[in-house]
């Protein structure tokens, strides 16, 4: 069976950094979506970034410049590297494991994804 697990979550100050990472097993290696997503408390659950089967990433508006997602192709993970992290940053961070278009496309978007971690809180002060 498909199995996705967040790690890394924590308490950081604000103008940090944090490193999420996102292990991820039970189907084919390089045959789909990976994505990160976060949940804020009282808000509906956002798509914070996703890489598709080609590698091409696809970032939230207020995450570009700070946020990366390297995929380690070789250990078959994916992490979230935050940097200069704020506030409004805290969330529950969740990796999702998705399908692709025909064309290798991933869109950042809930329910493009059917496979996901228990989730690991991301809380920043400031």
């Known amino acids: 069976q498909v199995q996705v697990v967040e790690s890394g979550g924590g308490s950081v100050q604000a103008g940090g950094s944090l490193r999420l990472s996102c292990a991820a097993s039970?189907?084919?290696?390089?045959?789909?979506?990976w994505g990160w997503f976060r949940q804020a408390a009282g808000k509906a659950r956002e798509g914070v970034a996703v890489?598709?089967?080609?590698?091409?990433?696809n970032y939230v508006d207020s995450v570009k410049g700070r946020f990366t997602i390297p995929k380690d192709n070789a250990k078959n993970t994916l992490a979230l590297e935050m940097n200069n992290l704020k506030a409004e940053d805290t969330a529950m961070y969740y990796c999702?494991?998705?399908?692709?278009?025909?064309?290798?496309?991933?869109?950042?978007?809930?329910?493009?994804?059917?496979?996901w971690g228990q989730g690991t809180q991301v809380t920043v002060s400031s």
């Open positions: 890489i598709d089967t080609v590698g091409r990433t």
């Open positions: 999702a494991v998705g399908y692709s278009t025909l064309g290798g496309y991933c869109y950042r978007e809930r329910s493009r994804f059917s496979f």
């Open positions: 039970g189907f084919t290696r390089g045959t789909y979506c």
